[in-house]
């Protein structure tokens, strides 16, 4: 399993980025996708996910409104459009498959398999 994450970058406060992540190893079409960010000294945390289909969509809070996930199975890529980027969104971020997307972001990584991530730095 295998995910390799960019799009990355610094961007001023208030700003937008678009991530993407290209998943290869297993059947992509198959699982819920979801990014992750952990912030230097903080712990990793969800920021959104979506289904399969891309039925459904989910955030945290923190974000709902200014982020967008969303996923092409022709490609085995997910994205994550995020704007009004905020100063304290400084993090690395991740993708990953995970067993299950639900409105509680409680997310597991399905294969406990992290890529190198992507870094974003939002300058105040």
Request: glycine share 10%; aromatic share 12%.
């Given at each position: 399993?295998?995910?390799?994450?960019?799009?990355?970058?610094?961007?001023?406060?208030?700003?937008?980025?678009?991530?993407?992540?290209?998943?290869?190893?297993?059947?992509?079409?198959?699982?819920?996708?979801?990014?992750?960010?952990?912030?230097?000294?903080?712990?990793?945390?969800?920021?959104?996910?979506?289904?399969?289909?891309?039925?459904?969509?989910?955030?945290?809070?923190?974000?709902?409104?200014?982020?967008?996930?969303?996923?092409?199975?022709?490609?085995?890529?997910?994205y994550l459009e995020m704007n009004n980027l905020q100063h304290e969104e400084t993090a690395t971020y991740?993708?990953?498959?995970?067993?299950?997307?639900?409105?509680?972001?409680?997310?597991?990584?399905?294969?406990?398999?992290?890529?190198q991530g992507t870094q974003v730095t939002v300058s105040s």
């Amino acid at each position: 399993v295998q995910v390799a994450e960019s799009g990355g970058g610094l961007v001023q406060s208030g700003g937008s980025l678009r991530l993407s992540c290209v998943a290869s190893g297993f059947r992509f079409g198959d699982y819920s996708m979801a990014w992750f960010r952990q912030a230097p000294g903080k712990e990793r945390e969800g920021v959104s996910c979506i289904w399969y289909r891309s039925s459904r969509q989910f955030y945290s809070d923190s974000v709902k409104g200014r982020f967008t996930i969303s996923r092409d199975n022709a490609r085995n890529t997910v994205y994550l459009e995020m704007n009004n980027l905020q100063h304290e969104e400084t993090a690395t971020y991740f993708c990953a498959a995970v067993s299950a997307c639900l409105p509680s972001m409680d997310l597991f990584n399905a294969f406990n398999s992290w890529g190198q991530g992507t870094q974003v730095t939002v300058s105040s």
